[in-house]
């Protein structure tokens, strides 16, 4: 039994607990949240003191339905309460006891399993948390592709041959070496298919790019690998949601207005090169909006960003004028996009209000 039933997802975004993208989550149509299966790593909400407040923003963004949740990684400064309740969630004793212990306490979360170096306490951890019937997603990021087999094997056997389970096997970053990395994943898959059959198998990756001086647009060479696999039955979609796998930490002030529009499987960026503040923004949008009749703005997709674009160009300042919201915008406009790839005319499909 799983929460969810894998072969009916079509998109399992990995996110952050971070403003943008889980203001991107919260203002996706309740039929797109219904469709998509997001993947939140955990980490501290904003400045919050307790992992209440983030939990509660998950719940805010995403309400009680059945949400897949991984360990994020560890973070400096390592200062607060939240940061001690984050260390004790780690703790591999006794199995990861009080990992699971949260699992228990959260009935809407799918569990994804944390690795350790004492594989007893791993193997217990795999056995309880798939006892719970909710389904169980490994995370197999790069550092652990050499183990994949090792991994695969230990889920296998106590699954019965990954019953409910979901690996979700992460690239990291992807480039126009596509086909390539391709050609690895069938590898990967074959070998997870080996030892837990019936398990359903994920490939992720992001290729958003960190500099866009005469970057018009770019591939989405997530996509691309995803669509080259020959063994792409049985597979689902993963990516970033749009955004990096390595966070930009700041420095050289602000970045130029910029405005990222995303189609199905290609970003178009608008960049101001003479403007800065909400002018720069204002600017992009309108270029975007010019679009239409190259086929790039899509009017008929009636989404949060959308809506943020279009009264951004209008003048209000209260849409588009930091980095920060132009990042929510791209985020929600790539997962409605994403959830429905393979029919666009149902992204369209949309019926509902957006707060500003």
Not at 290 to 315: C, D, F, K, S, Y
């Amino acid at each position: 039994m799983t929460l969810r039933a894998w072969g009916e997802v079509p998109y399992l975004p990995i996110l952050s607990l971070r403003p943008s993208e889980m203001r991107a989550l919260e203002e996706l149509p309740n039929r797109t949240k219904d469709r998509l299966l997001p993947v939140i790593h955990l980490r501290p909400w904003l400045t919050s003191h307790r992992l209440e407040s983030a939990t509660g923003r998950i719940l805010d963004a995403y309400g009680d339905r059945p949400v897949v949740i991984a360990m994020g990684e560890r973070e400096q400064p390592n200062e607060r309460p939240v940061h001690a309740q984050l260390e004790a969630l780690r703790d591999a004793s006794g199995g990861f006891r009080q990992w699971c212990e949260f699992f228990q306490a959260n009935g809407n979360y799918i569990p994804a399993i944390q690795f350790s170096p004492q594989v007893s306490h791993e193997e217990a951890q795999i056995a309880r948390l798939f006892g719970f019937d909710r389904g169980l997603v490994v995370i197999i990021e790069p550092p652990a592709l050499p183990a994949i087999s090792r991994i695969a094997q230990r889920v296998g056997e106590r699954t019965h041959g990954g019953q409910g389970v979901c690996f979700i096997i992460d690239f990291g970053v992807a480039g126009r070496d596509h086909l390539e990395v391709a050609a690895r994943a069938i590898g990967y898959v074959d070998t997870i298919r080996r030892y837990a059959p019936v398990a359903a198998v994920s490939l992720s990756a992001s290729s958003f790019p960190d500099s866009f001086v005469g970057l018009p647009d770019q591939p989405i060479f997530e996509r691309r690998l995803f669509d080259t696999l020959s063994v792409r039955d049985g597979l689902i979609y993963s990516d970033r949601g749009s955004a990096r796998v390595e966070r930009q930490t700041g420095g050289g002030g602000q970045p130029a207005p910029r405005i990222d529009y995303p189609l199905s499987d290609q970003w178009d960026f608008f960049r101001s090169d003479d403007l800065t503040g909400f002018e720069g923004y204002q600017q992009q949008a309108r270029r975007l909006i010019a679009t239409e009749r190259r086929g790039i703005w899509n009017p008929h997709l009636r989404v949060w960003g959308t809506q943020m674009i279009e009264r951004t160009a209008a003048g209000d300042t209260s849409a588009i004028g930091s980095p920060q919201k132009a990042t929510a915008a791209r985020i929600n406009l790539h997962l409605q996009r994403q959830t429905f790839y393979d029919s666009p005319a149902v992204a369209e499909d949309t019926d509902e209000d957006w707060s500003g």
